[in-house]
Every structure is written in structure tokens, then in C-alpha cells.
């Protein structure tokens, strides 16, 4: 059974960093494409990043660009997203999610997500 | 851009029902894939996957869920809603990057 376990949200000031964890069990982890979604209090679904199972390839929306950088550590089976200059508008519950179909690309169909962790920043 | 309609839909149980997501583009690869998913999220759940590639129900998924359509116009329809249904849809495409619909809310009448 596939399993994802989001850990490192928390309370954070604007300007502030935080690093996410997700801790992947259930499946051969890098034979998978990654990817976090974000869903703000009360709002729709929002895709944040992307990494692809060898982790040589990685995507992000414009939004956060230059402050996020998503990375894999394929020997602890663990998807990260480092978030720097954090934004009041970041706030959010962030979702770690597995493709449906595991490939060398991303394919970008969800089947698998986590619980999600709580980010929220503010002064 | 994603655009889902209706925006929420209340539905007796046992009647059928029908979300339409249109995307501002063509969701055809030239593999002849089409990246367009439908998902559910539950009243304080996380999301899970219903179809993927416009029409692939994915495993567990009642067959009273069917999606279909082409290019830029797509359908999800549940031929029997029924009470376990309840909840926020999203349609997502993945061709270009990732984007989801604003979401449909299903409640019971």
C-alpha cells in the first residue's frame, strides 16, 4: 500500500524558510515522478512543484519560482521542498502526491496523496 | 486555464449528474494520450484520483464514475449519486505543466 507521510510545516514570518518532508513507502520510489500541490484555507487545488524519478528534472509554477527548489534523496525514499522567502500568500495545507503512471518523465495524473502539512506565514 | 462548470450542483440520490471541465487548450499529446484527470476531495479529506487520461477509471473507483470527451472539452458523469459522493471535483490537465479546474462542490439533496 502506498504510503506518504508530509512532515516541516509549521508558523513561519514573511521572508522566512521552511523545509517539507515527504516519506514514501508502498512503492519503488524512484521509479516515480513526485509532485506537491498546495490548497490554501477554503480554496481550490493548486500544483506548487514537480521532479521526476531520477530527479534531473524539475518544474514549478511561476508563483514560486526562484524561492522553492524541490530535490529527492531516493536512498531514505523522501520528496523535499525547501521554501525560502516565504510569502503571506503561501499559506497553505501542502500535499506530497505520487504519479499514476511511473516513467522516466513526469506524467503528472495523481493517484497517490498524503495527508498533507499544514504551512502557514505570518507576522 | 481550467474552467469547471457548474460550480456546485446538488443532486437526489440515485439520479445522475454531470460536471464539464473546458481547458483553453488542447489536452491531445501527439501520442495520442490526452492529459485530463478528474479527482475528488471528501469533506476534510485529501484528494483522490477518480479518472485519468479523460477516461481510465483508476482501480477501486465505483464504475458509476465515467469521464469522457476530447481536445478541450471533457465530462465527468456519475450515472447514480450516491451519498458517499459528497465533496469538491477538480478535472486537472497535465500536458503543460500542471493546472487544476476551480472545482465543482456536489452535495445531496
Known amino acids: 500500500e502506498v504510503e506518504l507521510l508530509e512532515s516541516g510545516g509549521g508558523l513561519v514570518q514573511p521572508g522566512g524558510s521552511l523545509r517539507l518532508s515527504c516519506a514514501a513507502s508502498g512503492f519503488t520510489f524512484n521509479n516515480c515522478a513526485m509532485t506537491w500541490v498546495r490548497q490554501a484555507p477554503g480554496k481550490g487545488l493548486e500544483w506548487v512543484s514537480a521532479?521526476?524519478?531520477?530527479?534531473?528534472?524539475?518544474y514549478y509554477t511561476d508563483s514560486v519560482k526562484g524561492r522553492f527548489t524541490i530535490s529527492r534523496d531516493t536512498s531514505k525514499n523522501t520528496l523535499f521542498l525547501q521554501m525560502n522567502s516565504l510569502r503571506v500568500d503561501d499559506t497553505a495545507v501542502y500535499f506530497c502526491?505520487?504519479?499514476?503512471?511511473?516513467?522516466?518523465?513526469?506524467?503528472?495524473?495523481?493517484?497517490?496523496w498524503g495527508q498533507g502539512t499544514l504551512v502557514t506565514v505570518s507576522s | 486555464v481550467m474552467t469547471q462548470t457548474p460550480f456546485s450542483l446538488s443532486v437526489t440520490p440515485g439520479q445522475p449528474a454531470s460536471i464539464s471541465c473546458k481547458s483553453s487548450?488542447?489536452?491531445?499529446?501527439?501520442?495520442?494520450?490526452?492529459?485530463l484527470h478528474w479527482y475528488l476531495q471528501k469533506p476534510g479529506q485529501s484528494p483522490q484520483l477518480l479518472i485519468y487520461e479523460v477516461s481510465n477509471r483508476f482501480s477501486g473507483v465505483p464504475d458509476r464514475f465515467s469521464g469522457s470527451g476530447s481536445g478541450t472539452d471533457f465530462t465527468l458523469q456519475i450515472s447514480r449519486v450516491e451519498a458517499e459522493d459528497v465533496g469538491v471535483y477538480y478535472c486537472?490537465?497535465?500536458?503543460?505543466?500542471?493546472?487544476f479546474g476551480g472545482g465543482t462542490k456536489v452535495e445531496i439533496k
Open positions: 502526491a505520487k504519479d499514476v503512471l511511473c516513467s522516466s518523465s513526469w506524467h503528472g495524473g495523481i493517484d497517490s
Open positions: 521532479i521526476v524519478g531520477s530527479g534531473t528534472r524539475t
Open positions: 487548450q488542447s489536452l491531445l499529446q501527439s501520442d495520442g494520450k490526452t492529459f
Open positions: 486537472g490537465q497535465s500536458i503543460n505543466l500542471l493546472t
